[in-house]
């Protein structure tokens, strides 16, 4: 049968078929009743025949089923006439008290009496039949939405930017190289012989003023059961690196990319166990020193979080297994031979607690180990590229994906010079991480009032690369250490300057997360991170324009005027720790919404 779907979500035979059960359930008591009222009112009859016939009628009853019902009523009237006719001449030769004249005879019809409880309990049974059968097929509540929207929720937020950029002029404008640019590209020729031109380079001196930039993010999130969800996130961006999703305006008012900023699937075997997997966001608890708040992980990840009986103490903490970057699998290209295929990981683990000391005083510590793995660069077999075997090298794949800048690079091709020209051999190079990276995570926050009912936040970090070993980077690169040194051009063993630690405090006053008319916070931080405190690639981009090797402190204040919907400013003032001097400062004045 073909079910033709009505706007409240049910079939209409189904619809009808209730509807005929109610019906008919009513004319059944109907009929009993009025048969039992035949006995002293016999106009009842004729009413009970023309409800019926008017039933047929108007297509509510089914004529088949009418015509039964109807020779059904008009049978039990008779009868009920036949009787009372009967009664009533008993009545008229019998003495009214003689209990023998009024005992039934052959061809007397007895008419039974429905009380009022049983005709109420046949009511409340159809009622509930019919009940059942719209719950169970979503019309129970015309107004109501179906069940399953209940389980779908939308969510999403705006950010509009205007943002300023002031470059110091006494900043070194002749030696700070645009590496990620290097490695975007075919290499550059560090053959001063064979390349007369500079390398990419960035831009130190010049402002970069009143920069209209926005983000939008849009995601959906389904409760597909009570332990499984999963849930999507779109996503502005001006390309496709991992730690920031802010859109530069402008660009000839062209049209803006759409990225997949996040495809997840979480199950809760236990109420105190989560594990994530796919594209989510960050499962560790962490500071934008270490991960930006727009980058998202890729892999898996476990969560627990268990609370004690006494409400006071929890324990959480996160396992996580993240590919950061796959080898391609025609490396090289131009080669019939392919490499093996290599992974670059990062392996996480973190436990931490939190402790409520009273009603104003809250503490939550933390402490991770970050263990990157295979990504630091590797220096190549002997590459011979001016006998035209390949255009690559064998380790050219242990660049990083993507880096801001900071951290110590080495150079990755071992290139063979050619014996016919050896000063006019040319030497393509790519970058690679000279540090390995096995980080220990230290996290710090006491939440209390003050001054009456404000709320005060302190937040403290700490990070020390425990793989930093300057001996082991030299060593692997073979003295191929092209940056972090003095400011005095001498490029030697002893001129290198770089650090493995890393620590950030920050103070905010207010409601941390200013939602409602009138709330708001002001905040103040300081950050100091070494070169190889961390890989570069992974924090925030507006600290220094991304990266390490940077110093500085933090100036901000949010107002929220209305609903989920404030206004915000910054201001990032920052220079490099070592090597050529480099100081910008940024400005940021935002208006933020969320739904």
Known sequence: MNYLSNPRGRSLPARKSVQNLAIASAVALLMATGAAQAQTAAPAESAMVKLIRGLIQSGTLNKDVGEALLAQAQTEAMAAQQAQRQVAAVAAVAPVAGTAAMRPEAGDVRVPYISQTVRDQIRDEVKGQVMAQARTEGWAAPNETPEWTKRIRIEGDMRLRNESRYYSGHNDNLNLADYAAINAGSGYDWNTNTNGYLPPMLNTRQDRKNLWRARARFGVVADISDSTSAGIRLATGSDDNPVSTTQTLGGGLNKKNIWLDQAWVSNRPTDWLKITGGRFGNPFVSSDMLFSNDLNFDGVAAQFDKKFSNDTLSMFGTLGVIPLEYSSDSFPKDRGDKMRS?????????????????????????????????????????????????????????????????????????????????????????????????????????????????????????????????????????????????????????????????????????????????????????????????????????????????????LGGTYAFDKNTSLSGRWLSTKAIYGSPFAIDVMQLELNTRF
């Open 342 to 554: 290599e992974t670059k990981w990062l392996l996480g683990a973190q436990i931490g607690a939190n402790w409520k000391l009273d009603s104003t005083n809250r503490l939550r510590g933390a402490i991770a180990y970050y263990s990157f793995q295979n990504v630091s660069g590797q220096l190549s077999e002997p590459c011979r590229l001016y006998a035209g075997e390949s255009t690559a090298c064998s380790t050219d794949w242990s660049r990083p994906a993507f880096m801001q800048k900071g951290n110590t690079l080495m150079l990755l091709r071992d290139i063979a010079l050619n014996p016919a020209d050896p000063a006019r051999t040319p030497l393509p190079q790519y970058l690679g991480l000279a540090s390995k990276f096995q980080l220990l995570d230290l996290n710090a926050r006491w939440e209390t009032k003050v001054l009456g009912d404000y709320g005060l936040r302190l937040d403290a970090n700490y990070i020390r690369n425990l793989a930093y070993d300057e001996d082991e980077m030299f060593a692997r690169s073979r003295g191929g250490i092209i940056n972090n040194y003095d400011s005095t051009g001498n490029n030697g063993r002893a001129n290198f300057q770089s650090g493995g630690n890393a620590y950030m405090v920050q103070a905010t006053l207010g409601n941390p997360n200013p939602n409602l008319r009138g709330q708001w916070n002001v905040s103040a931080g300081y950050k100091y991170i070494e070169p190889d405190a961390m890989p570069d690639g992974y924090n925030d981009s507006s600290f220094h324009l991304g990266g390490t090797n940077a110093r500085g402190y933090t």
